[in-house]
């Protein structure tokens, strides 16, 4: 009996030990793992009005007349009556592009009770396309294609040939954007710790986001609206 009670103390020492050593253990574990989670994820906003740099002004206009020749000489005349305002509304030739024009026979699928006149039986029809950096030139014309119908141009527009003003400058304006969307975030990070009482720590993982370009809006598509929104994962420090 006695033999046994020396090896049994050692053995409950043991156990003793073990069970305090596994305690720190776990609970250093615990703050480690309590450290690693403790964060706050926050999106950053940044937005900016520019003004387009691109504008794309087409002008389709077509005709018909009884033969396929005289067709084809009506639309050269018109496309160099729309070239000749062009030019006077101060855009030059490298500026102004024109499409082959196309000729179809309005007969071709019709039978003959419901064909129209033989004077407009073939219609031609092109697009004259401008595209430059003078976006206050393209403005300051375009009310005035009045002038064309009254030279005998006739104008078609509708929504496949929209006059677009674009903006194609933004890696110019995006790493400063990018800077301002992560300050954006910070100060929001930096109100979540200054509620939880912890302080903002390093950056643990960041995600860009998309850019976005849209009109300021439907009255004014010259000036356009970018936008980016971060998401950004800070550590918090106690």
Known sequence: MRDNTIPAI???????????????????AARTWQAANHSVTVKGLAERDVPA???????????NSSSLGA????????????????HAAGFV?????????????EWANLPASQRGSADDRYKAEATMLVRTPKIQAVKKAMPRVG???????????NYNYRTEFLFTDLNRIKPRMIAEATANARAAARQFAKDSGSHVGA???????????SDLDSYTP????????TTIDYALDN
Do not use: M
């Open 10 to 28: 050692i053995l409950g020492v043991c156990l003793i030990v073990g069970l305090v050593g596994g305690g720190h253990y776990l609970q250093a």
């Open 53 to 63: 740099n691109l504008a794309l002004w087409p002008l389709h206009f077509s005709t």
């Open 71 to 86: 067709a084809q000489q009506k639309i050269d005349a018109q496309a160099q009556t729309v070239r000749q305002f062009l």
């Open 93 to 105: 030739d490298k500026e102004i592009t024109l499409t082959s024009p196309q000729v179809s026979d």
């Open 147 to 157: 002038e064309l119908i009254g030279r005998g141009v006739l104008l078609s527009p």
């Open 203 to 213: 950056i643990r993982h960041a995600s860009q986001g998309y850019f976005s370009i």
């Open 222 to 229: 010259e000036i356009k609206k970018v936008r980016v929104v």
